[in-house]
């Protein structure tokens, strides 16, 4: 019995307990916010909430940037474009631009719209922007930079109390960097609408580490916000470089499309493996063979067009610009660049091709102590107006055409092949400047005629007198007879291909 009361009044005891944990349990869950927000593991919980996601907001941001997307309403100076941002040859973004124009971009219809220019100018300075390149090469002994290629009016003629604004897209903002240094010019200027314009190579700073996908031009001062921005384009890196590439001054009108094909002929026999064509105006049938070996693979064919319609001689303002955006463009696959015009060769008079002769020189130039950087080969005119080999068909005017004058002094009309490691900003003929580490170097080598010369065909554009003179002192120069059965094997074995792409194409010379 009295075991029995003992367990009953334990029962109640440990019922008695169970009760207060329960009703404990109770007021801990009924406690009020702020002696929850008191609970340290609570608070750290909701940090570590709040810090995970700021960190996804933030790499959302970095990939998918709001700033790449905005709308800008077109003035009757503009046309609106729907750009790819390309950053090694990939879209990675997309926006509504006002511009001029630029290469390779396509327009809100849907249609493709090739080589025009971005229109950067205000009321103080007229600016038009060609391409833009992000140039990291070791050489430059200094931080990566944006070369835009441009027209614009002579830097001098810049107020002193203007600078210009560099206005660089990223993924996640746009950030402005006064430009520091003046212009690279690579051309003597000529005029655009009745006033002097000039070409150049303009540099933009960046940050380290990283590339910017656009960048746009304002000038400080004018009250104008860069309303349009130019893609960034990022040159393609290969494992492996190539020998010879082959940059020429812009094409326009009328090309023979015979002289055409023996001219890419003959440079693919002289070891060269890519030829930057920029097509301004070129009409009918040159046009046609431009098209066939930029399927082929031989030719790189972009376009450029006229900043202002029907203006004279617009393309002695455009030669050397799109040069520039041909080495920018190419600089990492390739040793060597070389600089030609369509009626231009340099023919090795002692090696089998260019890269040989050109292995030869930096040999050469090696073991002498000076090395120099690039080499100029001196003009030497094989003048139309000469007698031809009439037992050559027509269609082969370097295997014709086998008399020249005297050679050219030293310096005029010259040709060059670059090292694009080096070069920052090249004309028609000689690179004028090179990077910081190349200044220790010598700059341009005259390449002795007996190795090689620059040899040029056309008419006579000299003077009267002048032409009458060179003329009476020509000798015969069999040179080009060491190709010529691979070169006829080729030009035939390409004319014949082309026959139908050709057939009722004109030609008006």
């Known amino acids: 019995m009295k075991n029995t009361k003992k367990n009953i009044r334990n029962r109640k005891k440990k019922n008695t307990k169970k009760r207060k944990r329960r009703k404990k349990k109770k007021k801990k869950l009924k406690m009020p916010i702020r002696l929850i927000w008191r609970s340290s593991n609570y608070k750290m919980l909701c940090l570590l909430l709040i810090l995970f996601i700021v960190t996804l907001v933030v790499i959302g941001l970095y990939f998918f940037p ?195 094909i023996e001219w890419l002929e003959l440079q693919r026999l002289l070891g060269v493996t890519t030829v930057g064509v920029y097509d301004l105006s070129v009409s009918g049938a040159g046009r046609r063979v431009f098209e066939h070996y930029a399927k082929e693979g031989l030719v790189d064919l972009r376009r450029t067009r006229e900043i202002h319609p029907n203006e004279d001689r617009h393309h002695l303002l455009q030669g050397s610009p799109v040069i520039n955006d041909c080495i920018y463009r190419h600089m990492h696959e390739f040793r060597r660049i070389a600089v030609f015009d369509f009626d231009e060769f340099v023919m090795p008079r002692r090696h089998s091709n260019l890269p040989d002769l050109v292995d030869h020189l930096d040999r050469h130039y090696s073991d002498t102590g000076s090395p120099y950087v690039n080499y100029a080969f001196r003009n030497q005119f094989f003048f139309l107006d000469l007698a031809p080999d009439e037992s050559v068909p027509s269609r082969f005017t370097v295997l014709r055409f086998r008399t020249k004058v005297a050679i050219s002094a030293d310096g005029y009309s010259v040709k060059s092949v670059i090292n694009p490691q080096a070069c920052i900003h090249m004309h028609n003929h000689y690179c004028w400047g090179v990077t910081a580490n190349y200044t220790k170097y010598g700059g341009t080598a005259s390449v002795s005629p007996e190795l090689a010369v620059n040899q040029h065909y056309k008419k006579c554009h000299l003077s009267e007198a002048e032409c009458r003179s060179l003329m009476q002192n020509v000798t015969r120069d069999d040179v080009m007879l060491t190709l010529k059965s691979d070169l006829v094997r080729a030009v035939d074995a390409k004319t014949e291909e082309l026959r139908v792409e050709l057939e009722g194409v004109t030609y008006e010379p």
Request: glycine share 6%.
């Open 66 to 260: 709001l700033g790449t997307i905005f709308t800008v309403v077109t003035s009757r100076k503009t046309i609106g474009l729907q750009l790819r941002f390309v950053v090694n040859d990939t879209a990675v973004g997309a926006a509504n631009i006002a511009a001029v124009g630029a290469a390779n971009r396509t327009v809100n219809n849907g249609t493709t719209v090739e080589g025009l220019w971005f229109n950067f100018s205000c009321e103080l300075f007229r600016f038009y922007a060609y391409s833009a390149f992000y140039d990291d090469r070791i050489s430059l002994l200094s931080d990566p930079v944006i070369r835009i290629i441009a027209i614009s009016d002579p830097f001098e003629a810049l107020s002193k109390d203007s600078h210009v604004i560099c206005v660089l897209q990223y993924r996640d903002r746009i950030e402005t960097f006064k430009m520091a240094d003046a212009p690279l010019a690579v051309g003597y200027g000529w005029p655009l609408k009745k006033k002097e314009a000039m070409e150049y190579v303009y540099t933009c700073p960046t940050k380290l580490g990283r590339i910017p996908q656009a960048v746009g031009i304002r000038i400080s001062g004018s009250g104008n916000a860069a309303t349009s921005l130019l893609p960034v384009t990022v040159p393609r890196k290969p494992d492996v470089k190539r020998e010879m590439c082959l940059c020429v001054q812009v094409a326009f009108g009328s090309l023979d499309p015979s002289r055409l």
